[in-house]
C-alpha cells in the first residue's frame, strides 16, 4: 500500500487528503499507463495525470486492487482492515 501510495503522489504531485479521498472510480487502468483524476483538491480544480510503466510500478497497482475484498461497501482506493474488519 505504501509503494502504491508513494506512486500516485509522487506522479501526480498529490496531497495527503487526495490520496485519502481518492476512489477506484477516479483510476483508469488502460493497459500502458493509468489515468488518475483528481477531482477535489485545495484549489478547487480537478487535475488528471498519468501514471506510465517504469519499471513495476503498474504491476505494484494491479497487485494492490487485486487484493481488495470484493465485499467493501466503499469506494475509497486506501484503507485499511483493521482486525479483519471493514
Known sequence: MIKVGLILGIAGACRTDELV???VD???DVGSSL???IP???TKIPR???V???GNMLELFRKYLSLRPPNVKHK???F????RKM
Open 21 to 23: 479521498n481518492l476512489t
Open 26 to 28: 477516479d483510476i483508469e
Open 35 to 37: 489515468i488518475v483524476k
Open 40 to 42: 477535489t483538491t485545495k
Open 48 to 50: 488528471i495525470f498519468v
Open 52 to 54: 506510465t510503466d517504469v
Open 76 to 78: 475509497r482506493f486506501f
Open 80 to 83: 485499511v482492515l483493521q482486525s
